[in-house]
């Protein structure tokens, strides 16, 4: 193949990068859903706050 | 008195407003002509002391001058309307809201006017350029440009003004959306100085007043969602 | 469930066409192997003004109907569009270096026109990361984004005539590289790309979608939970002072 660097950087680039991209959107997204489910689960257990002490 | 009457009338009082402020003192003008004179000054020194060089890159230079310095402007003429919440009590007025955004841009195509304006001979003298005889050419071209510079910048100004990164987010947004209008604004410069050879000069002066109509009217009709808040 | 088995499909369908692109189809006879950029670099394109169309159409429904999820529909264009159109532009400087000798070839339209498009829209998600409360978030975002897609045209036009009032038509631009006479296999793996890429784009779509109503949510309680301790220490607050404290007035 003539032109081989630029092939390679071209696909390389493009296809590494939506996969790289893909991969970061899928942790983040589990990030987020466990921070979420974590922040539920407190609210279901925290007790309504109380008086403050007079 | 008509829905269009009443708008106009309120786009003037605003515009009237601003203007007083200038003229009792807010020094918006004075800064920022200092500022572009000193960045076309400072264009000459990057360029080099070669004439025809400075005499060819002259209507960009003005272009990008005007550009910088309509930033600036724009940007103070929203801020002293947030400062002390003015812009606040704007809203709660019972008035239209593009009726506002026409007050502020006729505030900000006076302001941007009054640049473009000096500049253009600070420009002819500073790099040798010819302008009298193609002053009806660089005059619309100048009128145009202003009125799309102040469209936009007074659109982005609205965006940005309660932000706390404005001064960086400002240049962002609209430095990109002006590309076209700068240009269209630069090749119709150099045409009418250069005696429009190419006949080119009347597409670039449709393509302003196209960029201004559709900035106008998008600006017009979103100005208002900026405000509800 | 569906969205996995739309993300497996995409994975296939893009590797497998990325395999014909890069091994089964014949060279260009006029550009070489560089032509097998193109079928990269044109599904890239595409998906980019997709995206960045999605994302006008999704601000403007928001600025009707106020629902946060068109927002959220809007974010995922904006982000998804910046990679895409950022992809383009990569893989037409690949692919104008070997063709045109330049990778920056200033007369063709679509180049800095998209150039622009990519300014645009990282300065519209900038803008976003700087703006909070997602109502005025959402309201803002429409605005400046439907502002971007007005200019679009004005940008190409103005570009194009840059080029076409001075110079005289120089270099073919890509689309007349990808002509519909070409042979069938050419088109065909240039389909079979644009395809896989735009099922992948769907599956980061969703995902991306997902990922901005969990933010919101968190955010939204994040807030109220502030809310709800600045009420309570307002009430502390408000309990009168221990012992005559009200003397420096």
């Known amino acids: 193949m003539q032109n081989l660097g630029f092939i390679i950087a071209g696909y390389g680039v493009i296809l590494g990068g939506m996969l790289l991209y893909a991969v970061l959107l899928l942790r983040r997204l589990s990030a987020a859903r466990r921070a979420s489910l974590e922040i539920r689960r407190q609210a279901d257990t925290a007790t309504p706050p109380s008086d403050p002490p007079a | 008195m008509t829905g269009l009457r009443a708008d106009a009338a309120i786009a003037l009082a605003i515009a009237r407003k601003d203007a007083l402020a200038e003229l009792r003192g807010r020094q918006i003008a004075g800064s920022t002509l200092f500022f572009a004179t000193l960045v076309l000054l400072l264009f000459g020194f990057a360029l080099g002391p070669d004439a025809r060089r400075l005499a060819e890159a002259a209507p960009g230079l003005l272009w990008l001058a005007i550009v910088f310095g309509s930033l600036l402007v724009v940007a103070r003429l929203h801020q002293q309307e947030a400062e002390d919440d003015a812009l606040e009590v704007l809203v709660r007025y019972p008035v239209e809201r593009h009726a506002i955004y026409l007050g502020k841009l006729l505030a900000g195509i006076g302001a941007v006017g009054v640049l473009g304006a000096v500049l253009l001979p600070v420009v002819g003298i500073l790099y040798g350029i010819p302008l009298l005889p193609a002053w009806p050419a660089l005059v619309a071209t100048l009128v145009l440009g202003t009125i799309g510079l102040a469209a936009v910048g007074t659109f982005y100004a609205g965006v940005t003004v309660r932000m706390q990164a404005r001064e960086v987010m400002l240049p962002l947004l609209m430095l990109p959306i002006v590309a076209p209008l700068l240009l269209a604004c630069v090749k119709a410069t150099a045409a009418a100085v250069s005696g429009n050879p190419l006949g080119d000069l009347a597409a670039w002066v449709q393509l302003l007043v196209v960029f201004d109509v559709v900035m106008v009217v998008a600006g017009a009709a979103t100005y208002g969602h900026l405000l509800e808040e | ?249």
């Open chain 3, 1 to 249: 469930m569906a969205t996995r088995v739309l993300g497996v499909v995409a994975l296939i369908a893009v590797v497998a066409a990325s395999l014909n692109a890069l091994f089964g189809v014949p060279a260009d006879v006029n550009q070489g192997d560089a032509q097998r950029i193109m079928y990269v670099h044109v599904p890239s394109a595409w998906l980019g003004y997709l995206s960045f169309g999605v994302t006008a159409l999704a601000g403007i429904g928001y600025l009707w109907k106020r629902d946060l999820r068109l927002d959220a529909v809007a974010v995922a264009g904006a982000e998804i569009g910046v990679m895409f159109t950022a992809f383009a532009i990569w893989g037409g400087m690949m692919w104008g270096r070997p063709v045109w000798g330049v990778f920056w070839q200033w007369e063709d339209p679509r180049l800095t026109t998209t150039a622009l498009l990519l300014a645009l829209y990282l300065g519209y998600l900038l803008f976003r990361r700087l703006t909070d409360e997602p109502h005025r978030r959402a309201t803002r975002a429409a605005v400046v984004g439907i502002i971007a897609a007005v200019d679009i045209p004005i940008v190409h036009f103005s570009v194009e005539w840059w080029r076409g009032l001075h110079q005289g038509p120089t270099i073919g631009s890509p689309d007349k590289v990808l002509h519909p006479s070409a042979p069938g296999l050419f088109v065909l793996a240039l389909v079979s790309m644009v395809i896989a890429f735009t099922l992948a784009w769907g599956w980061l779509m969703l995902r991306r979608y997902q990922l901005a109503r969990i933010e919101w949510q968190m955010e939204e309680h994040g807030r109220l939970g502030r809310l709800s301790a600045a009420r309570r220490a307002a009430q502390a607050a408000a309990m009168p002072p221990p012992d005559g404290a009200a003397e420096g007035v």
